[in-house]
């Protein structure tokens, strides 16, 4: 038993720790920093005020973390965040392609504890910085379920706390609110007065039936008049959870002081919603409907940026301006809401996208006046208008990652931050980057110091693609649909015979368009057109383009919509090989193509996206000169993802028994192996509540075996579903040969691979 008698001098109790790099916020951001740093061998402790990790993507407030895919509603093909967070999200896949946002904390949680260098402090809030000059000691820290005050030393800083109560304690140039369109020229940087300078914050809520009706009284506090909402009749009763995106509310008040008082009018709100849905006698099919869940922590979408070396702009992100301190990429559309939120007549969000996607350089990532602190999620150092791209959280997160490379580099080589972005050092934090599978815009992997660069590479076979099969599958041609291929420069002609039925005498008409930027996937120029008079009935179209002006790239081959015409859909599904579709994506501001003000600073141009599977099949046709787009030198291509080319090696349709054997003149000692699967890039990974149909998308590589000179099994799987398959050996293995053998699992999916390295 404990007893003690008056104590006028009670204190908490107290932990010291010290640790190399502290990261306060265990958003998307600061989880993935934590881990992306653990990995590189440093001392991380994170630090989470609230009981889960994830943040905005947790299950205490349920949005389904998004990035450059933009729901597969952009022109950025192949753009699905990698590294850490790609590895998150295709675990989450495996386990939850349902979307329970409860799983994905789980996730979080485990990735966290797996790692030995991470210190996991949840329930802990920093509070207080002490710092000497222009460098942070140490955060004070508390936490109210083990009533411990914390003092966590470090040798860098990390602020990933959205607020950025870090980098505001320890004093750091910071900014809330809009530029002017003359600070940086950004033509799209808002009117404050009609439309503000702040997102506000959203509460969701999620509902169920429960197979009986159910009764709703409202608490008194609830919205009465449904009529102040000027989106009222957008309320549906299925929607739910992300889909009321658009009850925001704040953004005309200070978004951190005034947060309580914001989450209390989110709280009316959406008891006024479910009160109109339950009561009004509009929603009969919410008879049996219940509330399952309110959410009590508002999602917050901006307030306070900071003040890095170089603050990103709108044009860095529309005009896909390249940094050498590059080290991520974004691709969510420049998306500002009117700070009025949903009292606001206005529409609810302003979305422009760009052609691609961008780069981010780490020098947003670093404060320009506190030398051993960097910045992570929203907070980074961008603009007001280049914010509403950054800010979603899968860009937040690879951009998180880079940062943490960065700290890692710098603890470990004693660099200053701001340093770190000199040539000598920021090539080396990339290349730790690419190996980890992140990716960075024009940038590549160099492979020469790995042992692999040093054998000789041999394949079973190689895709050279003479014909995407016919199925069954013959659908209309509504819309315009475009076959995408890629083509090399020394390609003079593209030959397609295309089956066709036509329902009637007709015209079928296809243009052949590329993007301006070889590295994008808007296709904006028409370089080819043929126009053929065909028969009523069942027959093949033969089509002839000149490309031999064109550079490697992808190409669009373009039918015009006819609905007296129908075209095959294959079911032959190959790495770097899809079909799109000129079609909309309103979620995303999607509308075919993109029309803005000529004033604003942002590009005119169309959409043509994919469908999400079971459907995107790609159109049957055979390619009269085969396109060799499986060779084994793409493994070279130190890029582990489609770009200009499909970069990988791709196994002949034929091949049922795919290997990849690599030889050295020498016994050599291999201690690691790492492969790059193709995990689809190009299918954006909701994180919560969207669903997906497959728990391992159908290009994955599942089952693989690795095996030495001798034959013997050093390494097998029968599950692989990331990107990245990184395989220590217990000992390390002394041979002369590799041999990789995969097992396909449908032949209408040739197996692939970007890349290996063996260390
Ligand atoms: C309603 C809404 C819809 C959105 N839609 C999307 C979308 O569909 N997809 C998408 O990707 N993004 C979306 N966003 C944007 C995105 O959620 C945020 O920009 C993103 O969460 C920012 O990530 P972050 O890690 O900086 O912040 P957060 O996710 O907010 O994480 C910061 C973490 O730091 C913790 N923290 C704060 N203070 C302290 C402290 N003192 N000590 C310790 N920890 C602290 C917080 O509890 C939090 O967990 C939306 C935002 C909102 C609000």
Redesign the pocket.
Known sequence: MIQESYSKNRSLKEVSIETDLLI???????TCAAITAARQGVKVVL????PV??????SE?R?????ATSHMGNNNRWSRETGVTGEILEENLYRNKEGNALIFDTILIEKVKQEENITLLLN????EVAHENTSIQAVK?FNSQNSTLYTLSAKRFCD????G??SFLAGASFRMGAETIEEFGEKMAPNVEQYGEL?G??I?FYTKDTGKPVNFTPPAYALKDITELPRFKNIQADHTG?NY?WI?YGGRFDTIHETENIKYELWKIVYGIWNYIKNSGKFPEAENMTLEWVGT??????SRRFEGLYMMKQQDVIEQRKFDDAIAHGG?ALDLHPSDGVYSSLPSCTQWHSKGTYQIPLSTAISRDIDNLYF????ISVSHVAFGST???????VA?EGTAVAAAYSIKNDVLPKDTVEKEHIEKIQQALLEKSSYIPHLKLDKSNFLSAKAKVTVSSELNLAELRPSNTWKTLQMPTAQMLPITSDQKTLELRVPIIAGKETTVDVELKVSLDATNFTPEKVVGIQSKEIEKGHQFVDLKFDVSDLEDRYVFVCFAPNPDLQLNYSEDRITGILSVFRKENKAVSNFGQQEPPSDIGIDAFEFWTPQRRPEGQNITMQLQTPLFIGKKEHLDSGIIRPVTSTNAWIAALDDAYPTLTLEWENVEEISSMKLYFDADLDHAMESTQFGHPESIVPYCVESFRIKDENGKCLFQTENNHTTLCEITFDQPVKTSKLTVEFDRKDSRIPVSLFDVICD
């Open positions: 306060v916020g265990g958003g998307l951001s600061g630090v989470q005020d609230r990790l994830g943040g905005n993507a947790s407030v949005l389904w973390a998004l990035g802990t809030s920093a509070f820290a990933a706390s959205g607020d109560v870090l997102l914050h959203t969701y992300c995106w925001e922590v508002p999602g917050k979408r901006e969510w992570a999620g929203r907070l800010r979603v959280m899968l860009t937040s997160a998180a």
